[in-house]
């Protein structure tokens, strides 16, 4: 379905991240990879479609076991996620993936930790996030 919407409107950011998350789901991150890349070349991506998109290809990364690529888009990320405004629009929902990673038989539990505390600083309040960004950010280093 999502594919055919693709199809219809080939700029529909939201739908292309929807599918790559359903692509990571399903296991095919090499596919929501390609996705995921394109989807974040767009010059007209919404902030909270960003982040999110940038949430998953971190996840994916780590679940394809490219620890180096994953942590240069965990600092990407989190270079971004400063430069936001303290008001900034915050649609994404990560129920879906937390959910996932929780429950993934093969991402390390480092991992899996590191990723759901991600999820919640970008659920909360920005400073909150700043925050919760820092100590993720020495954790990666």
Same mark, same amino acid.
């Given at each position: 379905?999502?594919?055919?919407?693709?199809?219809?409107?080939?700029?529909? /950011?939201?739908?292309?991240?929807? @599918?790559? +998350? /359903?692509?990571?789901?399903? #296991?095919?991150? #090499? =596919?929501?990879?390609?996705?995921? !890349?394109? /989807?974040?070349? +767009? =010059?007209? *991506?919404?902030?909270?479609?960003?982040?999110? =998109?940038?949430?998953?290809?971190?996840?994916?990364? %780590? *679940? +394809?076991?490219?620890?180096?690529? &994953?942590?240069?888009?965990?600092?990407? @990320? *989190?270079?971004? !996620?400063?430069? %936001?405004?303290?008001?900034y629009e915050r649609g994404w929902r990560y129920e879906g993936m937390k959910n996932f990673i929780s429950e993934h038989q093969t991402l390390p539990e480092t991992d899996k930790r590191?990723?759901?505390?991600? &999820?919640?600083?970008?659920?909360?309040?920005?400073?909150?996030?700043?925050?919760?960004?820092?100590?993720?950010?020495?954790? *990666?280093?």
């Amino acid at each position: 379905m999502l594919q055919k919407a693709i199809k219809i409107n080939k700029k529909d /950011v939201q739908a292309k991240g929807y @599918l790559a +998350e /359903v692509f990571i789901f399903k #296991a095919y991150t #090499a =596919n929501a990879l390609s996705i995921l !890349h394109e /989807v974040l070349k +767009e =010059n007209d *991506i919404s902030q909270s479609n960003m982040l999110g =998109n940038k949430f998953n290809m971190i996840c994916a990364l %780590l *679940i +394809e076991k490219r620890r180096t690529e &994953a942590f240069n888009e965990f600092k990407k @990320l *989190i270079q971004y !996620h400063k430069s %936001l405004s303290e008001d900034y629009e915050r649609g994404w929902r990560y129920e879906g993936m937390k959910n996932f990673i929780s429950e993934h038989q093969t991402l390390p539990e480092t991992d899996k930790r590191l990723l759901l505390k991600l &999820a919640d600083a970008l659920e909360s309040t920005k400073p909150e996030a700043d925050r919760n960004m820092k100590e993720i950010e020495a954790g *990666i280093k």
